[in-house]
């Protein structure tokens, strides 16, 4: 279990994680990553759809990606709000799988928010949207 600060927990939260985060996609998860101005742990949520199994498969996948995130929580800057989304892929792999797609996809996105304040592909996508 991950100690309540340490946890999203609201649905605002994970909006706001999900819509203005960077996303970053592997086989087995997708990552969404987002540095807010809030001091603090940083926090970690999980998203894992039906569509991944029944209810005993999606808690046994939670499981799995909450023990290999717990460590990875330490090295974030504070403030860092993460969400996985387990994809239906995640149901066959090893904790070890998890744990390689979860170091990279959080590595590949602080690159990201390194970059920028905002990905800059996805502001260029959104102003050429709009017109």
């Given at each position: 279990?991950l100690p309540t600060e340490s946890r999203l927990h609201t649905?605002?939260?994970?909006?706001?994680?999900?819509?203005?985060?960077?996303?970053?996609?592997?086989?087995?998860?997708?990552?969404?990553?987002?540095?807010?101005?809030?001091?603090?742990?940083?926090?970690?949520?999980?998203?894992?759809?039906?569509?991944?199994?029944?209810?005993?498969?999606?808690?046994?996948?939670?499981?799995?990606?909450?023990?290999?995130?717990?460590?990875?929580?330490?090295?974030?800057?504070?403030?860092?709000?993460?969400?996985?989304?387990?994809?239906?892929?995640?149901i066959s792999a090893t904790s070890a799988e998890l744990r390689?797609?979860?170091?990279?996809?959080?590595?590949?996105?602080?690159?990201?928010?390194?970059?920028?304040?905002?990905?800059?592909?996805?502001?260029?996508?959104?102003?050429?949207?709009?017109?």
């Amino acid at each position: 279990m991950l100690p309540t600060e340490s946890r999203l927990h609201t649905a605002a939260e994970f909006s706001a994680v999900m819509r203005s985060g960077v996303r970053v996609g592997s086989r087995h998860v997708a990552v969404h990553l987002q540095r807010s101005g809030r001091d603090g742990v940083p926090r970690a949520g999980f998203v894992v759809s039906s569509k991944v199994g029944n209810s005993v498969v999606r808690h046994g996948v939670t499981r799995k990606l909450r023990h290999q995130i717990r460590p990875l929580l330490l090295d974030l800057a504070p403030g860092t709000d993460v969400v996985v989304r387990a994809l239906p892929a995640s149901i066959s792999a090893t904790s070890a799988e998890l744990r390689s797609d979860l170091v990279s996809s959080i590595s590949r996105a602080l690159s990201k928010v390194a970059g920028s304040p905002r990905s800059t592909h996805a502001a260029r996508a959104r102003k050429d949207k709009r017109g």
